[in-house]
């Protein structure tokens, strides 16, 4: 390989980085949901209308309140993936950076079959750590879109359940068609550009949605709320399904370490514990993982039954439980050490 071609090699692997480097934007990201409160006018004081006025004013709050809660969901998923992006351009900026740099360094010594090696070598190291960095970015993306087709599908069963019909242009399209939702690119802005790359970097960035469960609000048990150990596995997979988390390895961590704290919790049962502090309080925890009702919907998913003992949703609220409060990893490589409870080779503690 002479200069020329070494030069033809540099400048190539440099525009298959500069093409993976586009993928991320530059600058900026989605905008935020404004929510404001549904004004609710009052019926005269001596109009028979009074009460159900009331009560429908009752009822548009209720549902707002829900709404409201989905929109700051909404807004922090979306931040979360104007930061990702972010933070992907900036890796792989730093990947291209390097590689210009080492070329530099090495192509004097390119007059030398020892010297391309290097040279080659290098450059595929570069390659190989850029398509680590778009698969990393792309996997987060793939995370957060899941979430984003699930608040979605949130609003528009608000919508339906509104007894008003206050929300009910929001159907069609996934219930909020001007966010981008479906489609080859996963749902959010730009990241079909990953299936543009050339050569080793040519990647596709798709997920089937996963199915919702009940309606937000409503007190509807799964068809998981059974007992015993499979009733409590198939829940968890299906919790898996729902969170897109479908790589196997990650979903077997993600399983043995749940099983193990439900069967630690609760031996696979619907069992409300009557003795601890949490019970003289008035919150008694219950269900196959042991949530008391307040932790329930602080960590509820979106759509999954109001019931804190429901086995489906408690499936979906341990791992937002375990990624948000411990910081649980999505791969689950540190569940076990990170939530005792989940961990084998140590004795049983309450999470």
């Not at 009460?51 to 922090?76: C, E, F, H, I, S």
């Not at 993936?81 to 792989?92: H, I, M, T």
């Not at 850029?130 to 995370?143: I, K």
């Not at 879109?145 to 608000?158: E, K, L």
Request: charged share 15%; with cysteine.
């Amino acid at each position: 390989m002479g200069g020329s071609g070494v030069g033809a090699y540099i400048a190539q692997v440099d525009r298959v980085l500069a093409a993976a480097q586009g993928v991320f934007p530059a600058a900026g990201g989605p905008g935020s949901i404004q929510s404001q409160g549904p004004g609710v006018p009052a019926a005269p004081p001596d109009s028979a209308l009074s009460t159900g006025a009331g009560n429908a004013g009752d009822g548009y709050k209720r549902t707002w309140g829900t709404v409201t809660g989905l929109d700051a969901q909404t807004n922090g998923t979306s931040a979360a993936g104007a930061a990702e992006g972010q933070n992907g351009r900036a890796g792989a900026t730093g990947v291209r950076q390097s590689a210009a740099s080492a070329a530099a360094a090495i192509a004097p010594a390119t007059g030398s079959p020892a010297g391309v090696k290097t040279l080659v070598t290098n450059m595929d190291d570069r390659l190989a750590a850029m398509q680590r960095q778009l698969d990393s970015t792309r996997a987060q993306n793939q995370l957060l879109a899941t979430r984003m087709r699930q608040m979605a599908m949130a609003y528009r069963q608000a919508g339906q359940a509104s007894q008003a019909g206050m929300f009910r242009g929001m159907g069609g399209g996934g219930g909020m068609p001007s966010m981008g939702m479906g489609g080859g690119s996963g749902g959010l802005p730009g990241m079909g550009m990953f299936s543009k790359l050339p050569g080793m970097l040519n990647g596709q960035n798709s997920r089937r949605a996963s199915p919702l469960g009940d309606s937000v609000g409503g007190n509807y048990p799964s068809s998981f709320s059974g007992q015993g150990a499979e009733n409590v596995r198939a829940a968890i997979r299906a919790a898996l399904d729902r969170k897109g988390i479908h790589d196997p390895a990650a979903r077997a961590r993600w399983e043995a370490g749940m099983m193990l704290v439900a069967q630690r919790e609760s031996n696979f049962r619907d069992v409300v514990n009557t003795h601890d502090s949490n019970a003289r309080a008035g919150n008694p925890s219950g269900g196959p993982f042991q949530f008391i009702a307040s932790t329930y919907r602080a960590y509820q998913d979106p759509g999954t039954s109001s019931n804190h003992r429901d086995t489906f949703g408690q499936a979906c609220a341990f791992i937002n439980y375990a990624t948000r409060k411990y910081d649980v990893s999505w791969a689950a490589t540190d569940l076990a050490a990170k939530i005792q409870q989940a961990d084998p080779r140590r004795s049983p503690k309450g999470y």
